[in-house]
């Protein structure tokens, strides 16, 4: 899971449980929801790790790939149009841009959790939120705007009220060491269980941005069509030419509000069914290079520092995802013996029904719409108030 943000209403493809008959973990046996090739998986790699802010991006990841670019547009629409990948699109940093977000884990009813399940969802703010195999069962990652009447800790009550959830735990990011939703499509669980460079932790302060940043962002965000020049349509609706609007998310990237631009894949129908959320007991004083050594594993695609409680004392998060149950296994697994982290030190929950997962977007009004609804009482005097 992210804070993740990576997040759409339920995927037909996800497992179905939690239930009467408790959760229920499957794996798609047949790989991927289509058939895919080497060039498949190849140009799937690319587009995840970097899409190039580029005039003409498909000509650049041609050459990259040695493919000719009618080709490669060809598979990009054939991935898209199969629901392999989910879309193309800028990813922007949610605290950059001054939104406050984090991980919630509630306990709602276990018969029933689809009722409490389809509350949540229901907040513009909520990208991911998953049924999971723990006495905490419903988790979910929120985001609330910097302009939000409730703050987060406000949207949390409303939620908590509307729910009937009988407790919720913050788990907000203390540290970020890694998020990055991309799947290795070419090598098999070596690959994924291996070790890259320690990561550092990632600055997640909020960065400085003005009306025409929100303009830009407005424009680009969402997905992007596979054409030979796909950002002129963002550039004419602001005035722009596609040189003048890439050199702004340029800059959005030095200032670390934009991560990236790249596909977002369909992790069950690309062959990923299993997703498993690592979590360890790390001592305070090892955290820092526990975290940054967990995070250069290659399957990993999220790790953070979160709070600890009494009943709950695992530190540090990390997300993988595998092929099947007992890829992602593996991949816990050789974290667990690099870092001596067994028994008591170390807990994994798999999802079992997946009830959101969307790309946030960012300066719509579906936020207040929402809070309006849900919380009328925050807004109540704002017309004599010379306050919107």
Known sequence: ?????????????????GGRGGPKLRSRKGGAAIPLDDADRRLMNLMQSEFPLDPEPYAKLAAAAEMPVAELMA????????????????????????YASMLVAAKVD???????????????????????DHEFNLWFTIATPPDSRLGLEGTLDVLQRLTGAESIRQLPTLTMFKINMNLEMEGGTDALAAKAEAVLPRELEPQPYDDFDVEVIRAVQGPMAVTERPYDDAAAALGLDAEALLAHMEGFAERGILRRVAAILFHRRAGF????????????????????????VRGISHCYRRPTYPDWPYSVFTMAHGRSKEECDAVLQSIADEHDLHGADRAVLYSSTE?????LRYFTPDYEKWEREHAP??????AGSGQP
């Open 1 to 17: 899971m992210s804070e993740l943000t990576e997040t759409e209403t339920q995927d037909p493809e996800a497992a179905s449980g």
């Open 75 to 98: 598979r990009a629409r054939r991935l898209l149009d199969g629901r392999i990948i989910r879309e193309i699109t800028p990813i922007f940093d949610t605290r950059a841009l001054g």
């Open 110 to 132: 276990r018969e029933y959790p689809h009722r409490p399940a389809k509350i949540i969802n229901s907040h513009p703010g909520v990208s991911h939120n998953y049924l999971r």
């Open 273 to 296: 069914s299993a997703n498993g959320m690592g979590v360890w007991r790390v001592a305070p004083e090892d955290v820092a290079e526990v975290g940054g050594r967990m995070a250069a």
């Open 355 to 359: 009830f959101k997962k969307v790309r």
């Open 377 to 382: 009482e925050a807004f109540a005097g704002a």
